[in-house]
């Protein structure tokens, strides 16, 4: 009989251990969920503006559109391809000495080139917002 008291005495006990892990646990499962998204939205930025001033520095252009404009279609072209949902104004690009990109400018050949795009992602369902941010540097190939 004693046996038997003793062993209802431990009735709940897993339950309650695990109701105390739970939140810790759960947390840690959908924060390395997030910090993979988080890594994966990154490194695809990063991804775009690279192909993005690659396409620029040498010159190319899209039918009908500015070097500039052209870059930026690159970019929002080869995002969209990885779910990046980019538009043209958080997209920034300058030349020249100064870099501080107030107006989009992709510079002339022998230039130094400049993109630097931002993007929001929603971590913690919805519930916590970060910014992520890449820059690429390039220089102006001679084109013509």
């Known amino acids: 009989m004693k046996w038997f008291c003793a062993h209802l005495s431990e009735t709940g006990a897993a339950a309650l251990e695990f109701a105390s892990v739970?939140?810790?646990?759960?947390?840690?499962?959908?924060?390395?969920?997030?910090?993979?998204?988080?890594?994966?939205?990154?490194?695809?930025?990063?991804?775009?503006?690279?192909?993005?001033l690659r396409w620029g520095i040498l010159?190319?252009?899209?039918?009908?559109?500015?070097?500039?404009e052209s870059i930026e279609t690159v970019i929002i072209d080869i995002g969209s391809r990885y779910k990046l949902e980019?538009?043209?104004?958080?997209?920034?690009?300058?030349?020249?000495?100064?870099?501080?990109?107030?107006?989009?400018?992709?510079?002339?050949?022998?230039?130094?080139?400049?993109?630097?795009?931002?993007?929001?992602?929603?971590?913690?369902f919805g519930m916590m917002v970060v910014n992520i941010s890449s820059s690429v540097f390039g220089k102006n190939e001679q084109y013509v």
């Open 59 to 68: 010159g190319e252009t899209v039918r009908g559109l500015g070097r500039s």
């Open 86 to 124: 980019l538009t043209p104004n958080l997209i920034h690009i300058c030349s020249g000495t100064a870099l501080d990109c107030t107006t989009d400018n992709a510079g002339n050949p022998g230039e130094i080139i400049l993109v630097r795009a931002t993007k929001q992602v929603d971590l913690f």
């Open 22 to 52: 739970a939140p810790l646990l759960f947390i840690l499962i959908f924060g390395g969920i997030d910090l993979s998204r988080l890594m994966y939205h990154s490194s695809a930025l990063h991804f775009a503006l690279s192909s993005g």
